[in-house]
T-cell receptor, first 115, second 117 residues
Framework: AQSVTQPDIHITVSEGASLELRCNYS??????LFWYVQSPGQGLQLLLK??????LVQGIKGFEAEFKRSQSSFNLRKPSVHWSDAAEYFC?????????????FGQGTELSVKP | GAVVSQHPSWVICKSGTSVKIECRSL??????MFWYRQFPKQSLMLMAT?????????EQGVEKDKFLINHASLTLSTLTVTSAHPEDSSFYIC?????????????FGPGTRLTVL
């Protein structure tokens, strides 16, 4: 079945440590790829997106993501986590054939940051 | 990034009343907006797709007569929860689709917390 998978429901990292959040998708053609962040009681903020071109994408707040076609993955990374990065992170895709632009979301990964 | 606003940010109403939530794209035009519902500790559930000048498209299982959607302009979509009941209490989030520059990106509003007593 076509889906988006975030294998880690909850991750805890120490402040200053590096972070990698995993995202895999199962679609025949490479979809449009997105990472969003949601703080408690808030809407979603776009961190970065990939449509085509350079497979390493830079986003806001020091985040980056790398598209790997061979692994159907779009993992989110940050070299040094800050306490303010604690939030829920969603990977999402728009399948290429989906002219309506509906986003398909992963289950989300909750990030906790230890002082 | 593009900005989407939602109003109100929270609302408390009595059972049986109707509540209207507004979603506006502030710095771009959006022919398509989406309405989502989110339960605690869960991902977003798409309720409906709102298209400017035409009827909304509802996802399976969403009651179109209960959740009325109007997309009267390129910057405004409204969701009206009619005859609200406690089970309608939830966090409602809208997004607006930005197709400028050859892209296809949804920008989200801050959400509306609805509590039905």
């Amino acid at each position: 079945a076509q889906s988006v998978t975030q294998p880690d429901i909850h991750i805890t990292v120490s402040e200053g440590a590096s972070l990698e959040l995993r995202c895999n998708y199962s679609y025949g053609a490479t979809p449009y790829l997105f990472w969003y962040v949601q703080s408690p009681g808030q809407g979603l903020q776009l961190l970065l997106k990939y449509f085509s071109g350079d497979t390493l994408v830079q986003g806001i707040k020091g985040f980056e993501a790398e598209f790997k076609r061979s692994q159907s993955s779009f993992n989110l990374r940050k070299p040094s986590v800050h306490w303010s990065d604690a939030a829920e992170y969603f990977c999402a895709v728009v399948p290429i054939y989906n002219q309506g632009g509906k986003l398909i979301f992963g289950q989300g990964t909750e990030l906790s940051v230890k002082p | 990034g593009a900005v989407v606003s939602q109003h109100p940010s929270w609302v408390i109403c009595k059972s049986g009343t109707s509540v209207k939530i507004e979603c506006r794209s502030l710095d771009f035009q959006a022919t398509t907006m989406f309405w989502y519902r989110q339960f605690p500790k869960q991902s977003l559930m798409l309720m409906a797709t709102s298209n400017e000048g035409s009827k909304a498209t509802y996802e399976q299982g969403v009651e179109k007569d209960k959740f009325l959607i109007n997309h009267a302009s390129l910057t405004l979509s409204t969701l009206t929860v009619t005859s609200a009941h406690p089970e309608d209490s939830s966090f409602y989030i809208c997004s607006a689709r930005d197709l400028s520059g050859g892209g296809d990106t949804q920008y989200f509003g801050p959400g509306t917390r609805l509590t039905v007593l």
